[in-house]
Every structure is written in structure tokens, then in C-alpha cells.
T-cell receptor, first 116, second 110 residues
Framework: DGGITQSPKYLFRKEGQNVTLSCEQNLNHDAMYWYRQDPGQGLRLIYYSQIVNDFQKGDIAEGYSVSREKKESFPLTVTSAQKNPTAFYLC???????????????FGPGTRLTVL | EDQVTQSPEALRLQEGESSSLNCSYTVSGLRGLFWYRQDPGKGPEFLFTLYSAGEEKEKERLKATLTKKESFLHITAPKPEDSATYLCAVQPHGAQKLVFGQGTRLTINP
């Protein structure tokens, strides 16, 4: 079954700790994305990557870091510098079209992070 | 600045009562518009892609339409299982990133 997996489903963190959220896809997609979702707000882009070993900041990258060492994997680290990290985190992937054609993104099931 | 606004924020319908959800957008050229369904605590599920004014797409009780300034998601004779949050996103011309609206929370009462 092709798809996107995220783990863990729920994550609890103490203030001052870094945590890493996992995202894996077996769709052979080139591009991967991390979004944050807060109640009553649209999805906000944190980071995205179009190719292995390269990534770009999105609209709210402060306090987050990513890596893209493999095409299938795009982990997100929420650092202690992120002031309000409690949220629902979504990973997505898409085929990379050049020039940018339709970017149909497919999402994983999400990770809910709670800071205690 | 590219912007997407969805209305209403929340909508309650009786089973079988048809209605429409709105997605208004302002972008510097539209490459595509996407509709997603999101159940509580889950990731968005892809529904439709629209890319030219006048285009329509259908799936079961849902029909999405597109004009130059907005998109509608029409739901015909809805059932309780259609209850979800519906998200709209636009892709500006020349861009890889999507801009999302805040969603419409739809509740269908039996």
C-alpha cells in the first residue's frame, strides 16, 4: 500500500526539550512538506524539500529544523526555541513538476504534539 | 499577498438538505485550486483539483466548481458521514507552495 506514515500519533514534550517527528512516504514523490495546524486556522507551511539534501523555509520556520537525507524521509525537529509548539503537525508529499505544474499534495495522518 | 477565505466557518444541515461551501481567493494568477476533506484528528484527504474557470468535478454527493474569483463545493442530499471539515487551497502561478483557507466545518444531522 502506497502512502505517507507519520509517527508517533501523539507526542508529549516538556518545555525545553527538542522532539523529532517522523514522516516517511513510499509514493516515490520528490517533494515533501511540513505543515502546522491550529484550531480555526488554515495549514501553515513550516519547511519543504524538493530534492534530497535540500530544503527551504516556509512561512513559520522559526524554532523548527528538518533534514532530507533520503527521498522517502523528511523528519521535523521541534526545538526548544519554538515558543508555542502545541499543535497538530501534518506531513505531505507531491510529485515535483518543472515548471511548477499542478502540485497535488497528499497528506499523512498527522502527529499531535502537546507541550506539558 | 495571496489569500484564501472560506465561508461559512461552520455549517449545520439536516440529512438530505443540500447546500454549498464557498472558497474565495486572491492570487497573482491561479495555477490550481484543491479541495480536501479532513476528519477530526486525521490528515486531509484529497478530493478535487480544478485549474480553469468553468471547470466542474464530481464525486458522489460532492460537486466542485471554479470561477475566476471563487470555488464552490456543492453537497447534494448529504448524509451524516459527510460531516467533516472541508479545506480549500490554491496554488499561485509559478509557485510550488499552496495557500490554505481556514476550512468549513460541516455537520450533517440525521
Amino acid at each position: 500500500d502506497g502512502g505517507i506514515t507519520q509517527s508517533p500519533k501523539y507526542l508529549f514534550r516538556k518545555e525545553g526539550q527538542n522532539v523529532t517527528l517522523s514522516c516517511e512516504q513510499n509514493l516515490n514523490h520528490d517533494a515533501m512538506y511540513w505543515y502546522r495546524q491550529d484550531p480555526g486556522q488554515g495549514l501553515r507551511l513550516i519547511y519543504y524539500s524538493q530534492i534530497v539534501n535540500d530544503f527551504q523555509k516556509g512561512d513559520i520556520a522559526e524554532g523548527y529544523s528538518v533534514s532530507r537525507e533520503k527521498k522517502e524521509s523528511f523528519p521535523l525537529t521541534v526545538t526548544s526555541a519554538q515558543k508555542n509548539p502545541t499543535a497538530f503537525y501534518l506531513c505531505a508529499s507531491s510529485i515535483l513538476n518543472m515548471p511548477p505544474l499542478l502540485n497535488e499534495q497528499f497528506f499523512g495522518p498527522g502527529t499531535r504534539l502537546t507541550v506539558l | 499577498e495571496d489569500q484564501v477565505t472560506q465561508s461559512p466557518e461552520a455549517l449545520r444541515l439536516q440529512e438530505g438538505e443540500s447546500s454549498s461551501l464557498n472558497c474565495s481567493y486572491t492570487v497573482s494568477g491561479l495555477r490550481g485550486l484543491f479541495w480536501y476533506r479532513q476528519d477530526p484528528g486525521k490528515g486531509p484527504e484529497f478530493l478535487f483539483t480544478l485549474y480553469s474557470a468553468g471547470e466542474e468535478k464530481e464525486k458522489e454527493r460532492l460537486k466542485a466548481t471554479l470561477t475566476k474569483k471563487e470555488s464552490f463545493l456543492h453537497i447534494t442530499a448529504p448524509k451524516p458521514e459527510d460531516s467533516a471539515t472541508y479545506l480549500c487551497a490554491v496554488q499561485p502561478h509559478g509557485a510550488q507552495k499552496l495557500v490554505f483557507g481556514q476550512g468549513t466545518r460541516l455537520t450533517i444531522n440525521p
